[in-house]
């Protein structure tokens, strides 16, 4: 996996080239703007030949692969969602919440509750005493060890690819989000209030129009399949070897930046879909960097890339990291965490 390595930095040491970075953080109108046509137009024109494919008779399996484009067209409008969320897509905080809103209707996802918990991952993204918000539950070796036979178990089923990838879809963007932030702000529950609304509306709307399978058999598949990807992208940016996390009295931005997320350098038609994401050590050291300047800052600044990036086969090998070692700083599969634990019985 990403072989990366650094020098322990002190706390709150940051060279200059990290500052620099800023000159990258502006948003663009126009470049905002063309994104969000190139995006959610194709995204709808794809969904509207599924649905006059469904209604003139044609086979599903043909439907199914036109859902595969659709799906990553929705991942694409995902990283709008994203960028909004961090202020960065356009120049203007009210656009960026107008749109936020949009791409959240589109992508099934509240976009004030949301933006509570992603700001709240990046603000502790690596840091052991801070896990379990807006990011993959991640118990460590030690607590898996002294655990229950049950509690490993459940944490076992979670860690499953078919749950994660699968099932995880279904459950986050369909019921999960539905209720997400309810518990949070005024704004936050009313964004989740009025995104079920408008889901709710152009459901019924479809439904009414072309009927109720129709609206099921095109939504239904693009947003698993697009859904799958973007919990897969998620995944493999931060659970990966060796990987990087550290209690409060140790940790450093740069370091779960340059060593806690990964360069996932992706194909050139990958990395259009996904909005440049894979360069997610430089989108945590700069998270105000809208994805369409976030390659050429990287280009621009050596210093921030790293020593070996995560390719797409390389990647798959992501699923064996499963449990992070305190005492080894890296992370292990379960055949390894419990290889130790019957070594630790025998002695």
């Known amino acids: 996996m990403d072989e990366k390595t650094s020098s322990p930095r002190p706390r709150g040491d940051k060279p200059q080239w990290f500052h620099e970075l800023k000159r990258f953080r502006e948003g663009a109108w126009a470049r905002a703007a063309l994104q969000l046509a190139n995006t959610v137009l194709p995204y709808l024109g794809l969904l509207a030949v599924m649905g006059y494919g469904m209604l003139q008779g044609w086979p599903y399996w043909a439907l199914l692969l036109i859902a595969v484009p659709a799906g990553m067209f929705l991942v694409r409008t995902f990283i709008i969602f994203h960028d909004c969320a961090h202020g960065s897509f356009f120049p203007s905080n009210r656009a960026n919440r107008i749109a936020g809103f949009v791409t959240g209707v589109l992508t099934f996802t509240p976009y004030e509750a949301w933006r509570r918990s992603h700001l709240k991952h990046h603000a502790t993204n690596g840091q052991l005493d801070h896990r379990g918000v807006g990011d993959i539950m991640t118990m460590t070796y030690e607590e898996y060890r002294d655990a229950t036979p049950w509690r490993r178990l459940q944490y076992r089923l979670y860690r499953n690819p078919v749950v994660l990838f699968v099932f995880g879809p279904f459950y986050n963007f369909l019921i999960f989000n539905r209720f997400a932030g309810l518990d949070g702000t005024a704004s936050e529950r009313r964004s989740v209030h009025l995104t079920n609304l408008a889901i709710l509306l152009l459901a019924a709307g479809f439904s009414v129009a072309f009927g109720v399978w129709t609206y099921i058999g095109v939504q239904l598949p693009v947003i698993l399949m697009g859904g799958a990807v973007g919990i897969w992208l998620f995944y493999v940016q931060h659970q990966f070897e060796p990987g990087y996390w550290a209690h409060d009295d140790e940790w450093n931005q740069l370091d779960a930046a340059l060593l806690g997320a990964s360069h996932y ?6 990395r259009w879909f996904t909005g440049n994401i894979g360069i997610h050590h430089l989108h945590h050291l700069q998270p105000r960097i809208p994805n369409y300047r976030l390659r050429r800052a990287y280009l621009a600044f050596p ?14 090998r992501a699923i064996r990291a499963n449990l992070w070692s305190e005492l080894e700083a890296r992370f292990l599969s379960f055949r390894e965490a419990h290889r130790m634990m019957r070594r630790r019985a025998q002695t």
């Open 303 to 316: 210093e921030a890339r790293v020593g070996r990036p995560l390719t797409l086969w390389r990647s798959f």
């Open 265 to 270: 350098k992706l194909p050139p038609v990958l």
